[in-house]
């Protein structure tokens, strides 16, 4: 009966967690410890194999705290060293299109005078990493949690070999883009074309290989065009080809692609 209900709420965890935007975790260190006891550690690990096993996860941030005693300046450099100690840990296991931020060090949290905790209970508890995990909204092409530097795979926006020829579902993919980005007004971003991988004697082929002409600079036009033909301002958009230089190692249909990167959020 004990293990029915432990499988149970790990379930039930689990729906909840797919079922939010965010979910916050924290692991809490002894004190000028930068690693974790024995029993810290485990539970570190049970709750990375389970968020690495969630195909939604999308982003994962991780912060460093530490508590108010000691010079500031130790205290975040001793916050980042906790804050790259539990990032390794989720580096090794995470999926391998979960985007893992630089971890940072925040450094000291003061002590609340308001609070119900006891100063002692207060430290220990401020005496932290918090790991942010942020999973993918499937009806949204850039989610919320977008920022400067982001890149995101326009999926379903492909073309036919050797042209800059959409397949089908690509319109209906590039409105929907259209759509965010006239909610979301403070965006620029840029987009990036790609190709399969270019053969020895394709390099020969000007069409395909001068930077400002190849095909991968074509199709990204393709879709800077579209964007601005549908309302979208072109001093928010750039493009540029990458060739073959980026390919996923899948399909080659996929590496016939346009991904999109924030390059600025205006405020």
Request: glycine content about 4%.
């Amino acid at each position: 009966m004990k293990n029915w209900l432990i499988i149970f709420s790990f379930i039930f965890c689990c729906s909840s967690i797919i079922a939010q935007k965010e979910i916050k975790f924290s692991t809490y260190f002894k004190t000028n410890k930068t690693n974790l006891r024995l029993s810290d550690f485990s539970r570190l690990t049970r709750y990375i194999d389970s968020i690495s096993k969630l195909k939604n996860v999308g982003k994962i941030k991780v912060f460093g705290y530490c508590d108010d005693v000691g010079e500031e300046a130790n205290n975040l450099m001793l916050s980042q060293k906790r804050s790259e100690f539990v990032s390794q840990q989720i580096k090794v296991k995470a999926n391998k299109q979960t985007v893992l931020f630089s971890p940072v060090g925040k450094g000291e949290l003061p002590i609340d005078d308001e609070s119900d905790f006891s100063v002692s209970e207060q430290r220990k508890k401020n005496r932290r990493v918090d790991i942010i995990v942020y999973f993918n909204d499937k009806n949204q092409i850039i989610d919320d949690y977008h920022e400067k530097g982001d890149k995101i795979i326009l999926d379903n926006v492909l073309f036919q070999g050797g042209k800059t020829v959409f397949l089908p579902r690509t319109d209906f993919v590039l409105h929907k883009l259209v759509k965010e980005l006239k909610e979301k007004k403070k965006l620029h971003i840029q987009l990036q074309g790609h190709i399969n991988e270019l053969k020895p004697q394709q390099m020969a082929d000007s069409t395909l290989y001068r930077p400002e002409d190849n095909l991968s600079t074509r199709r990204a036009k393709k879709v800077y065009d579209f964007l601005i033909s549908n309302g979208i301002d072109k001093e928010r958009l750039s493009y540029i080809g990458f060739e073959g230089k980026f390919p996923l190692d899948t399909y080659p249909q996929y590496n016939r692609r346009v991904e999109i990167e924030i390059t600025d959020i205006k405020e």
